[in-house]
């Protein structure tokens, strides 16, 4: 079982930054892919970014590629993710997912509860 609590969401500026982190529960936590999901009012849920168990290899939609970073502190039991140039668009629910097989697969098996970015034109 793996807990997520995200945290660092707020109302930010466009253009401004923001710095999500998600801290896990599990002491196998290097063991799973991270990624971040997001869903605004109305709209289906979209992946945002991933990282394998150990860093190596990462994924960004389209439409964040160089204005976000995801990254982990597997000592730490983290992840995070570096939002700069904020848009309007970007305004979500941002949820932090875990899955031990998720990189090949798509399947995330644990959800955070999502912390809220708005971003303020």
């Known amino acids: 079982q793996v807990q997520l609590v995200e945290s660092g969401g707020g109302l930010v500026q466009t253009g401004g930054s923001l710095r999500l982190s998600c801290a896990a529960s599990a002491r196998t936590f290097s063991s799973y892919t991270m990624g971040w999901f997001r869903q605004a009012p109305g709209k289906e849920r979209q992946y945002v970014s991933a990282i394998t168990y150990n860093g190596g290899a990462t994924y960004y939609r389209d439409s964040v590629k160089g204005r976000f970073t995801i990254s982990r502190d597997n000592a730490k039991n983290l992840v995070y993710l570096q939002m700069n140039n904020l848009k309007s668009e970007d305004t979500a629910v941002y949820y932090c997912?875990?899955?031990?097989?998720?990189w090949g697969s798509g399947q995330y098996d644990y959800w955070g509860p999502g912390t809220q970015v708005t971003v303020s034109s």
């Open positions: 997912a875990a899955g031990m097989t998720a």
